[in-house]
């Protein structure tokens, strides 16, 4: 039987828990970092995925062993419910619902991994999988260690929310006080993503760790070296602006768009959005109403947006709210200028309050309109940049979550 000395061992064996790989960025991409800088580091690291589906998949090295639990829907887990004691009512609740998320049913299959493989560590991403993650390892009644990521703020998610259904707002609130006391360590992406759940969910600020994102620098500066034959890369043509991300309301692309326009009135320019979503069709039709599709490209999702940060003149971030925003650290990474909106809650932190790339209003068009104009007209340094990017390097931010593991939890000190 393990001691509880050996949560305080280092940890040789870790395992990453993700939902699947179907996002556009995000989550999906830090994991696969963090998986790669754990792995340089000598650790057994195993991808546990609900579903092995999605991006990137052919980006995982062949070190990092996946598990695919091959989860079809959330009512699998509720052949364990009865194992799960003061928690049965709580996650009936959360599974019994319209249209409970697929990732709830990854329990039995997480648990029983636990079980069998014994890991010394699980680091679980995003709202779903976090839930999961404590719940099985109370299930398996194994000590590994569990480390929560948050990657969203909390408040403007729940703000931005569309959802009818008013169980949907208050069991996030609801699950995240119950299960973060719980976990051994939660990791927040941002200063900014930190100090909102504090606040959120009235708990102790030395609840959350932050670390911020691993991003890959020598690999970004590899696929940069790879040659765009994008026609708008080549000659003499107006400059290109550069968004990267999905086509969904928290990014805001409405506004970047009506920016877009302003900006031509001003002078020739071109911009690149790259990703997909639910609203391509409306931002196609915005596009055509504003008569800015013939300097406008939306090719989708690509596996290398880093050729187009190397090459663009500008990079530009509309969010309403990120949990970093690591994109802006890849643009900086690759020698991109950037203009942001002042967004809950990570580019004021990568930005350096405007130091490094320009802060205006979020949903303020004008603002953007004259920011990107200023960028265009007085871009920094690249080398200023680079170094900037460089700052949230792979190994750094390892390096924080080997001594996040290798720590005692404050209750047992």
């Known amino acids: ?135 099985a390892r109370d299930l398996a009644k194994v000590q590994a260690k569990v480390v929560l990521t948050v990657h969203n703020t909390l408040s403007q998610e729940i703000a931005n929310s569309k959802s009818k259904h008013r169980c949907f707002k208050v069991s996030k609130v609801e699950v995240d006080q119950r299960l973060f006391p719980r976990a051994d360590a939660v990791v927040a992406v941002s200063q900014g993503v930190a100090d909102d759940l504090a606040r959120t969910l009235s708990l102790p600020a030395s609840t959350f760790t932050t670390i911020y994102n691993p991003v890959d620098i020598e690999r970004i500066l590899q696929l940069t070296a790879e040659p765009l034959t994008h026609p708008w890369f080549t000659g003499d043509g107006p400059p290109v602006l550069l968004a990267v991300g999905g086509f969904k309301p928290a ?95 990570g580019p004021q932190e990568i930005l350096d309050r405007g130091r490094y790339g320009t802060l205006v209003p979020v949903g303020d068009e004008k603002a953007l309109a004259a920011a990107i104009l200023q960028a265009l007209d007085a871009p920094l340094e690249k080398a200023k940049l680079a170094a900037r990017g460089s700052e949230f390097s792979l190994t750094r931010a390892t390096e924080h979550y080997l001594r996040l593991l290798e720590a005692r939890r404050s209750n047992e000190s």
């Open 1 to 135: 039987m393990e001691t509880s000395q050996s949560k305080t061992r280092t940890p040789r064996h870790v395992a990453l828990f993700v939902q699947s790989f179907e996002g556009s960025g995000g989550a999906e991409r830090v994991f696969l970092n963090l998986g790669c800088g754990l792995l340089a580091q000598g650790l057994r690291v195993d991808l546990v995925m609900a579903r092995h589906q999605g991006h990137f998949l052919d980006q995982i090295p062949a070190g990092i062993r996946v598990v695919d639990l091959k989860v079809k829907s959330a009512r699998e887990s509720l052949g364990v419910i009865h194992k799960l004691g003061r928690d049965a009512w709580f996650w009936a609740r959360m599974v019994l619902t319209k249209k409970p998320h697929y990732a709830l049913g990854a329990l039995p299959g997480l648990a029983d991994y636990l079980q069998q493989v014994r890991p010394d560590a699980v680091i679980a991403a995003m709202h779903y999988p976090n839930l999961v993650a404590v719940m």
């Open 251 to 345: 990014k805001d692309h409405a506004t970047l768009l009506r920016a877009f326009a302003l900006v031509r009135k001003k002078r020739p320019v071109r911009l690149i959005l790259l990703g997909e979503g639910s609203l391509r069709e409306r931002l196609t039709r915005q596009a055509e109403e504003l008569g800015v599709t013939a300097d406008l490209e939306m090719p989708g999702f690509v596996d290398n947006p880093f050729q187009y940060m190397a090459h663009a003149s500008l990079f530009v971030l509309s969010s309403v709210f990120e949990g970093l925003g690591m994109v802006l650290i890849e643009a900086l990474a690759c020698g991109c200028p950037a203009v942001s909106t002042d967004c809950p809650s």
